[in-house]
């Protein structure tokens, strides 16, 4: 009589136990369902957007990161060196980058690397590299015309990192318009707009490596030298890279950054407000809040 009533009671209660234990995991999956919905297509939602530490780029990356946070994303942007950010994303350490100057300026480093990326496309038009010097410079108006002023310049022209395409096409220069006594000094980008400054506010003669879209354009009154010898070869293109397996991790990101396109007066505008000493972040903003057309494009298609 106790063996069959006790026997009975273990049953009721691995049947109770049961159901306790599928209610949990139909709760589990309504949970993980509602997770699905609310991140949509997001995917992955940890990105790492890299850069070479121009204004440009970081203008650029800033305002990305920015339009992939408001589309539900966490991410993190780090500023490289040239080589080494075409590494991090071909290699899968990075994500993707909105910073490739091509055919020129990275054509390098995109033969060692284009294997192992995804590109997607131009993100903006009509960007070029040259030697740039202050308009007052009258009597210099081509690369060659440097040699009849090697004085004035004390043979210098100040470039920024070594290894950069610019700096790389400059060296050749020296070759190529018979400028023997002339040397690339190298330095940063940063560290040439502030030689930059300094020549120009006491209307002193400097010559630059130099490329566009930049904010010097805007605060100085500069020009390019000529170039006959085409050393610094014709209008670039600034495209984005991914890696590979990105589309697949995280759709929209994908989406996004496939779809980012903007003018070159649009990244002059966000450079000139860092030069002014707005933070990366806060010029960025500043810029999507006025651009909210150009943002909700590359954000169309999106869900």
């Not at 997770?35 to 790492?48: A, Q, R, W």
């Not at 090697?150 to 018979?178: H, M, R, S």
């Not at 600034?238 to 995280?250: A, H, K, L, N």
């Amino acid at each position: 009589m106790f063996k069959k009533s006790w026997k009975h009671i273990g049953l009721m209660l691995v049947l109770a136990l049961t159901l306790v234990l599928a209610a949990c995991g139909d709760d589990s999956a309504d949970t993980d369902g509602d997770s699905d919905e609310d991140t949509g297509n997001l995917g992955e939602t940890e990105i790492e957007l890299a850069y070479v530490e121009w204004d440009s780029e970081i203008a650029s990356t800033n305002v990305l990161a920015l339009v992939l946070e408001e589309a539900g994303y966490d991410v993190d942007v780090t500023g490289l060196d040239n080589a080494i950010m075409w590494e991090a994303v071909a290699n899968g350490d990075a994500d993707g980058m909105v910073a490739a100057w091509l055919p020129g300026t990275h054509g390098d480093l995109y033969e060692a690397n284009k294997d192992s990326l995804v590109e997607l496309g131009v993100n903006l038009e009509g960007a070029k590299i040259g030697l740039v010097v202050p308009a007052y410079m009258e009597d210099v108006n081509t690369i060659g015309d440097l040699a009849d002023h090697t004085e004035a310049f004390d043979g210098k022209i100040t470039g920024i990192e070594p290894g950069a395409g610019v700096v790389q096409a400059a060296e050749q220069a020296l070759e190529d318009y018979d400028l023997a006594d002339w040397e690339v000094q190298t330095s940063s980008s940063g560290a040439m707009t502030t030689t930059l400054d300094q020549a120009y506010s006491n209307e002193e003669p400097i010559v630059v490596t130099g490329w566009t879209p930049h904010w010097k354009f805007a605060a100085y009154d500069l020009k390019y030298l000529e170039d006959p010898e085409g050393t610094f070869g014709g209008a670039e293109t600034i495209e984005t890279m991914v890696r590979e397996g990105f589309e697949e991790d995280s759709p929209a990101a994908y989406q996004i950054m496939d779809n980012f396109y903007w003018e070159a007066d649009d990244m002059q505008s966000v450079m000139l407000e860092m030069s002014e000493g707005a933070d990366p972040e806060e010029a960025a903003a500043n810029w999507i809040e006025n651009n909210r057309d150009a943002v909700d494009e590359w954000l169309e298609g999106v869900e």
